[in-house]
């Protein structure tokens, strides 16, 4: 028990996982922008629904920062 006789409590929440074109369009690139992370390393799907791969939002903006990537219009 923590002090007072109050439970501490740690709140984690699930990554919000999205489909590559929805993960570009959240993110201001092209599709096209998704896939090539991928082949080059820097982003790794977390996982698949049906032949969709599935990204972590955080990741997708990560991977875009690093790439230093000019966000589309749109």
Known sequence: MGRGGVEPTTR???PTLVPGPLAAREAGVAP???RKCVRRGR??????AGRAQLFRLEDVFAA???AGGTRRAG
């Open 43 to 48: 982003l790794t799907p977390v996982g698949r």
């Open 12 to 14: 984690t929440e699930a």
């Open 64 to 66: 875009e920062r690093a």
């Open 32 to 34: 096209a922008a998704i």
